[in-house]
């Protein structure tokens, strides 16, 4: 399973970090992805990093704000979320992807494993 860590009430401007931790699920060798979503509305990517973390990929939204990286020593993926405004307010959900090696993706369709969610709320 993954789970995902690290959400909260921050001030916009702040910074956040949220984790995404694998337990039982084979890791390293897996696309993984950072997903969003508020009440309403369609679920969306926000950026995904490939097996070796040599390759990442973000939603314009988020591009020069946020930044994924991976331990694979530690079956972690982390999402460094810089300069917060109360639109990055949603659940923030971590996905593994269906292929073994496969590249990067937006689409949630090619992630078939999904953590919790955790909670990310930024105030005005």
């Known amino acids: 399973q993954l789970q995902a860590s690290g959400g909260g009430l921050v001030q916009a401007g702040g910074s956040l970090r949220l984790s995404c931790a694998a337990s039982g699920l084979t890791f390293s060798r897996y696309t993984v992805g950072w997903f969003r979503q508020v009440p309403e509305k369609e679920r969306e990517f926000v950026a995904a990093?490939?097996?070796?973390?040599?390759?990442?990929y973000y939603s314009d939204s988020v591009k020069g704000r946020f930044t994924i990286s991976r331990d694979n020593a530690k079956d972690t993926v982390y999402l460094q979320m810089n300069n917060l405004g109360p639109v990055d307010t949603a659940v923030y959900y971590c996905a593994r992807s269906r292929n073994y090696l496969a590249p990067l993706s937006a689409t949630g369709d090619q992630y078939n494993y999904w953590g919790q969610g955790t909670l990310v709320t930024v105030s005005s």
């Open positions: 990093i490939n097996w070796r973390g040599s390759n990442t």
